[in-house]
C-alpha cells in the first residue's frame, strides 16, 4: 500500500512555456501533499506544503505565482511551472502523507528540462 | 523553521566495514527521524526511521541512534556491501502535518 505516482516522468519543454505536474496518491487519502526540488547532486528542497481545498504554503524564496500549486481532491495535487526557463530545469518530487502515520511517501518524480 | 546538518557529504569503505553518518537537527520539537536512500534519477527510498521518544533501533545491518538533548541522530550500516553504495539522507520533521526536512546528503561509496 501507500503508492504515490506522478505523471509525467520527464518532460521537455520550450522556455517560455508552461508544464503541468501530477500527483497521486493511488490508495490512500492525503490531506497534505508536499513538493520537493532537486538539482543534480543535491538534497530535495521543499517547495511548498499542499493541503487539499486551501491554497498552498511556500517555502521562503519559492515564487508562487511562479509555481502553482493546486489540491483539488483528497488524491490529487499539481504543479504547475508557469514561464519556465532553463534554470527551472530540475527534478520535481512529490510526497504525500496519509492521516496518523509519520512515514511520507515520495513519487517516482518528475524530471524537467526547459530548453 | 527546521534546519539538518548531515555530515560527512562523502564517505569511502572497504566492503564488510562498517559506515556511519551523522545529523544535526535545530527545531526541539522535531519528532521523527527518517534516514532515506536514493539511487541516481528515482525517488528517495526510506530504509529506517527513529520516534523521538526510542533512543536506538535496529533493522538487520542498519541501526540509528538519537541523542534528543543533543539534538542529533546517527545512521550505522555494518557489513557494508557494494549494493550499499548511494546517497542517502537524513530528514526532520518537527509539528505534525509538516513536510521532512532534508539534510545535504552523504553519498557512500563501497569498494569490492
Known amino acids: 500500500g501507500a503508492v504515490v505516482s506522478q505523471h509525467p516522468s520527464w518532460v521537455i519543454c520550450k522556455s517560455g512555456t508552461s508544464v503541468k505536474i501530477e500527483c497521486r496518491s493511488l490508495d490512500f487519502q492525503a490531506t497534505t501533499m508536499f513538493w520537493y526540488r532537486q538539482f543534480p547532486k543535491q538534497s530535495l528542497m521543499l517547495m511548498a506544503t499542499?493541503?487539499?481545498?486551501?491554497?498552498?504554503?511556500?517555502e521562503q524564496g519559492v515564487e508562487k505565482d511562479k509555481f502553482l500549486i493546486n489540491h483539488a481532491s483528497l488524491t490529487l495535487s499539481t504543479l504547475t511551472v508557469t514561464s519556465a526557463h532553463p534554470e527551472d530545469s530540475s527534478f520535481y518530487i512529490c510526497s504525500a502523507r496519509p492521516p496518523g502515520p509519520d512515514e511520507q511517501y515520495f513519487g517516482p518524480g518528475t524530471r524537467l528540462t526547459v530548453t | 523553521g527546521e534546519n539538518v546538518e548531515q555530515h560527512p557529504s562523502t564517505l569511502s569503505v572497504q566492503e564488510g566495514d562498517s559506515a556511519v553518518i551523522k545529523c544535526t537537527y535545530s527545531d526541539s520539537a522535531s519528532n521523527y527521524f527518517p534516514w532515506y536512500k536514493q539511487e541516481l534519477g528515482k525517488r528517495p527510498q526510506l530504509i529506517i526511521d527513529i520516534r523521538s521518544n526510542v533512543g536506538e533501533k535496529k533493522d538487520q545491518r542498519i541501526a540509528v541512534t538519537l541523542n534528543k538533548t543533543a539534538k542529533h541522530f546517527s545512521l550505522h550500516i555494518t557489513e557494508t556491501q557494494p549494493e550499499d553504495s548511494a546517497v542517502y539522507f537524513c530528514?526532520?520533521?518537527?509539528?505534525?502535518?509538516?513536510?521532512?526536512?532534508f539534510g545535504k546528503g552523504t553519498t557512500l561509496s563501497v569498494s569490492s
Open positions: 499542499s493541503n487539499e481545498g486551501s491554497k498552498a504554503t511556500y
Open positions: 530528514a526532520a520533521r518537527g509539528e505534525a502535518g509538516t513536510a521532512l526536512i
